[in-house]
């Protein structure tokens, strides 16, 4: 997937065409309605992470935790849990591609990073295939604001939807073991499809547990017997 460096002008006019979108987001003066935003800031360069802070700390943003190389950085983000991630391409011990990739696939949190032109360059070229939003150094209040809103706006519905399958995946498998428990009940006792659904149904009552549990229950015991 190739990438389009943002300018600070790009950055600033893609916010503002999306906050013009009626009911797609809301936002405040600044930036978008989420509230203070926690954020571990990665880089190697004590200037730009002191600009950095400065920058989130006008916004209204909290810095949680500063690293100067990539292990540091992992270890932060661990035990601090931020809400986004705001990385150098290029640290120490662990590069940023590296550290983002590790961030991504654990789901720890959202990753901007911050590459120079030379840098960006190499990315587009190699055709890297990740989800990151990129930024280039020097970073600027104009350049970074609008790509954290969206980002974090992204994130948070990828989250939410993320939720709503695993809730889904959940409701198919309980279905699918209460049946199974179902016809264990109506072979061994005899008794109607109805009735066994009743039994699993007060059994979960009974003991405060879910009808998924109580399912689980009735077909290991089952196997254990066979």
Do not use: W
């Not at 989420?34 to 190697?44: F, K, P, T, Y």
């Not at 292990?71 to 931020?82: D, G, H, I, N, S």
């Amino acid at each position: 997937m190739a990438y389009h460096k943002l300018t600070g002008e790009e950055a600033l006019r893609i916010f503002e065409l999306i906050s013009e979108i009626p009911g797609l987001l809301i936002f405040r003066e600044g930036g978008l309605s989420l509230g203070e935003i926690r954020v571990v800031i990665a880089d190697a360069d004590t200037q730009s992470r002191k600009s950095l802070k400065a920058i989130l700390a006008q916004a209204g943003h909290m810095v949680v935790g500063e690293a100067e190389d990539g292990l540091t950085a992992l270890k932060l983000v661990r035990t601090r849990q931020p809400d986004m991630v705001i990385l150098d391409a290029r640290m120490a011990v662990m590069d940023g591609a590296e550290l983002a990739d590790i961030i991504e696939e654990d789901g720890l949190a959202p990753v901007v990073m911050m590459t120079s032109e030379n840098q960006f360059r190499i990315n587009e070229q190699g055709g890297d295939n990740k989800n990151f939003a990129y930024i280039s150094k020097p970073v600027s209040e104009r350049s970074l604001l609008p790509i954290m809103d969206i980002v974090m706006s992204n994130y948070r519905r990828i989250r939410s939807l993320e939720q709503e399958v695993a809730k889904l995946r959940d409701v198919i498998e309980t279905r699918k073991l209460v049946e199974k428990a179902k016809g264990i009940l109506m072979d061994s006792l005899g008794i109607p499809e109805a009735e066994a659904f009743k039994r699993i149904q007060k059994q979960s009552m009974n003991k405060r547990v879910s009808m998924k549990s109580v399912a689980k229950a009735i077909i290991l015991a089952d196997e254990i017997n066979k």
